[in-house]
């Protein structure tokens, strides 16, 4: 197959949704001589290495000055159209709606339909109206958990058919993991330390982790919470001043978007990780969190509770209490870590980024031969 790829989510800072392309192309880019993918990228191309895989054909298209929508229906469809496809994958959400070429589209959650009070007006609207529109022209639609797949059928029932599961790898490419008591040197902490990745919404409960930590902080004086991942609340929280009013300010670092070897070096440091949400498509990084064997306290809301549940101990994101009552449960307990652990391995062994990468390749492979 000639199969079209809207790569753009490789460009920039790749978070979820980057790893998650990244992952499909550094299997599908080593596969089937007979198959080719075509990597449309807006201008340059970034050094990323599953880009230059035998399989994988690059195209930047434009200068990186169109973008969004403009780039998307007026650059992309022409260059695409020079490539004879076979099939077009675009893995976030939305798909070219004048390609004339069958599209399969992969839809992580419909967040900015159930949460839109976490995007602006115009930005929630323009989501809404555009993946409502690439619903109903992709021939295939991709949903990373049977949650999300529910969602799809519910708000487009016309759509349900056309809806396959596709469950998401742990993050299997990363740097291994480093020593951790020379890590722990080397990020400054002694004590506990409380791990938080993923870009900060309102609905990840971010309030309710610090007023956590502050209880906590009684009885574990010496630890310690790092947040991974940059701040995209609307409306914007200060997190800094967050800290401040709860009395956690020498407790807790914000760190915004790190790199994969820092991100490495937080998982091997970490004595606690937290998936803390009213709202999950799928929870890439408590998979993560699990696969390098760091004990999850996770939110009792979908998809998290569904997928991830009987490997953490569950608790209600908006309940501080709580959740510091579960961390400390962690924290005082070898056997119940060990427990975790255990239970957190063989949960994130189900999960297979070669087996996404196989199953999603057989979607396209179905909407080609529609064509």
Known sequence: MRIGVDAREL????????????????HWGHGDPQDEIFAYLSGPEPGDTVLAAPRVRVRAVGNGRERGLVWQERRLPAAASADALDVFFAPAYACPLGLAVPRVTTVHDLSFFSHPQDFPYLEGLRRRLLVGASVRVSEALIAVSPFTRGELAARFPDAAPRVVTVLEGPDDDLPPPPPREATRARLGVSGPLLLSVGSVFNRRCLPDLLQAVAHLARAFPDVRLHVVGDNRTHPRLDLERLARDRGVTRLVRFLGFVGEGELADHYAAADVALALSEYEGFGLPALEALARGVPLVLADRPALHELFGEAGLLVSPRDPSGIAAAVARVLGSDTLRLDLV??????????????????????????????
Request: no cysteine; glycine share 10%.
């Open 11 to 26: 460009q920039g800072r790749p978070t979820g949704t980057g790893r998650y392309l990244r992952n499909l192309l550094r």
């Open 342 to 371: 255990s239970r957190g391995r063989l949960v994130a062994s189900r999960f297979s980024w070669p087996e996404a990468a196989r199953q999603t390749l057989n979607v396209l492979r179905g909407a080609a031969r529609e064509r």
